[in-house]
């Protein structure tokens, strides 16, 4: 089969580049039956019929149309060789994010602001040769591939295939990471790395919301999302941010978001080498964020740690009902 490429190179190298044939070279002995690797002398072999090499040419040929552009074409979001004509607008975008970001987020007029369903377009443009045609992977007119990955139900193009997209039909929409790499948790509602399967706390439609840092949407967000031990869910880099700014604790339930045992164990030798004054030696009731916990405390000016676990990541609470109801 080396003999056949370099024919074949040489009779195509007019119209397409070393560069695009080996692409085209290699997908088909990635999927074809023959042998392009190994047994390199097989194509001198006499039991091997003209049929066979001219359905491995024409294999050839088709796999260079549907390879051309191949991750030339697209925007800041996706490598696709084609776009979409919004439904809702009739205009004409590179993706849905391109849309939503002219005429969601940049757009001044509230009455003319609106988001794309991704779900409800039904043309697309062919990047290479501009026919507008109905969804589908392959250009009716010029025969080019307009996505390397594809997907009918989301109507959905990417020609970067390292992101391992998947289709997940209880979230309705594509996925990034791997099919084998997460599950479905009917209760948060969104795919969670297998890691998480047996360890994650849940929390009801966790990803249909806001994140709590950005305010961004998060169920189709681009960005990484990761979950929080509490089960709440944020950006990646949102977290990352509060880290920076020594901020350690959920933004809505407000538990600690790592182990903090160390810090802990540097509050409880500062406090020992403190000693209060003895006009502010007093008792007060905390709530404890981390474990729920209500108690009456030795009052501290660096810390008032909680009376059932090691934090002290609480805040200042009214005591018991019951208990105030009494000493009165």
Request: charged content about 25%; some cysteine; aromatic content about 8%.
């Amino acid at each position: 089969m080396a003999v056949l490429a370099v024919r074949m190179e040489a009779l195509l190298s007019p119209l397409m580049s070393g560069e695009q044939f080996r692409y085209a070279y290699n997908n088909v002995a990635a999927h074809s039956h023959h042998h392009v690797v190994a047994g390199h002398t097989s194509c001198l072999d006499s039991d091997v019929e003209d049929d066979d090499d001219d359905d491995f040419t024409e294999d050839l040929v088709q796999a260079w149309k549907l390879s051309i552009g191949a991750n030339r074409y697209g925007c800041t979001h996706y490598k696709r060789r084609c776009k979409i004509r919004a439904p809702c607008c009739n205009e004409v975008f590179d993706c849905r994010h391109c849309h939503n970001e002219a005429k969601s987020v940049n757009e001044t007029d509230d009455k003319k602001r609106h988001e794309i369903d991704r779900h409800l377009v039904e043309k697309v443009i062919c990047s290479l040769c501009d026919h507008e045609q109905n969804v589908q992977q392959v250009c009716e007119k010029c025969g080019v591939c307009m996505g390397e990955f594809f997907c009918s139900k989301c109507n959905f193009f990417d020609d970067d295939t390292s992101k391992d997209q998947y289709h997940c039909d209880k979230c309705g929409i594509c996925r990034t990471g791997g099919r084998d790499n997460f599950f479905h948790c009917d209760r948060c509602g969104c795919c969670y790395s297998v890691k998480l399967r047996e360890g994650h706390t849940c929390v009801e439609k966790s990803m249909h919301q806001d994140c709590p840092v950005c305010m961004e949407y998060m169920f189709d967000s681009l960005k990484d999302i990761t979950v929080l031990t509490c089960g709440h869910t944020l950006h990646l880099e949102c977290l990352q941010e509060m880290h920076s700014h020594y901020k350690y604790n959920c933004p809505l339930c407000n538990k600690s978001v790592c182990d903090m045992s160390s810090v802990w164990k540097e509050i409880d030798e500062e406090i020992a080498a403190t000693q209060m004054p003895a006009n502010e030696m007093r008792m007060v009731w905390v709530f404890c964020n981390d474990c729920g916990a209500t108690n009456e405390v030795q009052y501290h000016h660096v810390g008032q740690k909680c009376g059932t676990c090691p934090s002290y990541n609480t805040r200042p609470t009214d005591a018991p009902a019951s208990l105030a109801s009494s000493r009165s």
